[in-house]
């Protein structure tokens, strides 16, 4: 039995000019311990993919499908029930640290609370157990830190009392949507460290949404990669990273910047993410695609099964070459 | 006021010459104005008195406001409980239950309150209530007991409640929708937790910046209370005053609402500061 088991999992929105499919059919497993990272532009469904699952999601939003955690089906769980696995066995912790917090607690009783609730403890017990936390997500001066306001923090601060919010109950899988996006540059990469030694340390499952490359190659085992709603391609880092065979995980690939090779131009995908509203017929990425074939503008190309685990979505067989190259 | 026509002693039939400039010196009206204006501001400050008022021979304007102040504070007070109350919970149910049948009739329900004025709440109250049903006295004061003071009371809070609850239902929805909302839920706290002790507070700034003038209009009372139940507030003496330009009361009514208005807008600011963080310095 696998931790986490998504299957089939849809999300739809519904709006006053219909119904927009968010995340389209999709199925992945987690096991324990693993580092997963979903990657994709904004608006391809990866945060709505774990917020169906714990949730969380708009109040317009329906989610079909199967979500399983050890076993048991989350979707359509009553809030009560879900409620002792969400921040308890399954921590979130959001894009922005900024607006995340309450700007009318102090962090001391928004980290005891969860304590209190999942783990039974008193509430001195809470707050000891909280300033360790503190220390252990590296804030310098814990119990100082610990009776301030949000506003009064920075945003890595404020990020690292999230990740010390969400680890505190210790939970088996860690879902961090772009835990780094509105941070300063120098702050992502001490959060990156931050997660691949704390998910360790607490033996957490970590899944890693993010739109940041960089970010995967770091510290991810597996990646999925997301477009338009579905996924398109999932492998492990190696295998994605050094052959990839969906053309879209290529472009992206190739528009990522390397330290390694610095001479390498890159090379971006041309066009835009489609509406969802309005998907392009067949596979959603044709239009932006240099490799597509007469059979993508009709029929979108469904996940299939390669050797040794490997999955894509993609009709092309061929060898994905830069474009530059294929031009001539 | 001065400029306004007529004066506390005109009537109908002319007073003579000499009678009214007796009263008048009586009174100091003879003085200049920036004298009597001094006279007035040193009377209020050492003294504490607002002088005598020019209709009633034996009055005091102290004597007025100690007699109707009381009234209207009562009532204003339970009005403000009971519209703050209501209000408050109405908004936060509806904003829980945002989108379904109980939501649209609180809607529904807070609109047609709040565009129905006090004086057509007023006689419809009578009416349903004395008339018809015969439970409730008509109007009168009584010294207050609690029959005399619910038809007041439903009159006066009613579209303020609904105002309250149409501020409390957007604010709550909006806080509902925030981030920090999110986070909680993702926490796995209850509803019950997630309302009162996540988004009660913030969801409340805006009703509370309501709250400060409201609380001061609802304890100077209501004219129309007032004058339809016979209630004896100082609402009536407000516009009695005005009619027989009773300039000391008028004076000393006007300072009155004025001091309350200052101490509950300072009132506000300091719970501003209470559930705001970022407003303390």
Partial sequence: MNLFEVKDLSVDFKTLTGSVKAVDNISFNIGKAETVAIVGESGSGKSQTVLAALGLLAENGVATGSVKFEGQELLGLETKELNKIRGNQISMVFQDPMTSLNPFMRISSQMIEVLTLHKGMSKTDALKESIRMLDAVRLPDAKQVITRFPHELSGGMRQRVMIAIALSTEPKILIADEPTTALDVTVQAQMLELFKGLTKDFGAALILITHDLGVVAGIADRMMVMYAGRLVEKGTIDELFYSPHHPYTFGLLHSTPHVDNPEMRLEPIDGLPPSLENLPSGCAFHPRCDFKLDRCLIEAPPLHKSANGRSNACFYKGELVKRSKAGE | ?281
Avoid: C
């Avoid at chain 2, 003496?237 to 009773?246: G, K, M, Q, T, Y």
């Fill in chain 2, 1 to 281: 006021m001065h400029s306004a026509p007529g004066g506390p002693f005109t009537s109908e039939r002319k007073l003579p010459e000499q009678v009214l400039a007796n009263i008048e010196a009586k009174y100091g009206l003879d003085q200049p104005y920036y004298k009597q204006l001094t006279n007035y501001v040193v009377g209020i400050v050492t003294k504490g008195d607002f002088g005598p008022s020019f209709r009633y021979k034996d009055r005091s304007v102290n004597d007025v406001i100690a007699q109707g102040f009381p009234v209207t504070l009562k009532y204003g007070i339970w009005s403000f409980i009971v519209a703050v109350s209501v209000g408050v919970s109405l908004g936060i149910v509806a904003a829980i239950n945002h989108n379904s049948v109980f939501d649209y009739l609180a809607v529904g329900f807070t609109i047609g309150a709040q565009v129905l004025p006090n004086f057509v709440m007023a006689p419809i109250l009578v009416i349903i209530f004395t008339l018809w049903l015969g439970w409730l006295p008509g109007g009168g004061w009584n010294g207050g007991q609690w029959q005399y003071l619910i038809m007041p009371v439903i009159a006066l809070s009613t579209s303020y409640m609904a105002s309250i609850a149409r501020i409390m239902r957007s604010s709550m929805l909006e806080v509902l929708n925030s981030n920090f909302i999110r986070t909680a839920k993702a926490k796995g706290l209850s509803n019950r937790q997630i309302i009162f002790k996540h988004a009660l507070k913030p969801a409340l700034l805006p009703v509370i910046s309501y709250l400060g003038p409201t609380f001061v209009l609802m304890i100077t009372g209501s004219v129309v209370i007032d004058i339809y139940f016979s209630t004896g507030g100082i609402g009536r003496e407000f516009v009695n005053a005005a009619l027989n330009r009773d300039y000391s009361v008028i004076m000393g009514i006007t300072i009155l609402m004025g001091i309350l208005t200052i101490t509950f807008n300072m009132v506000v600011d300091i719970l501003y500061a209470w559930i705001d963080p970022k407003i303390r310095y």
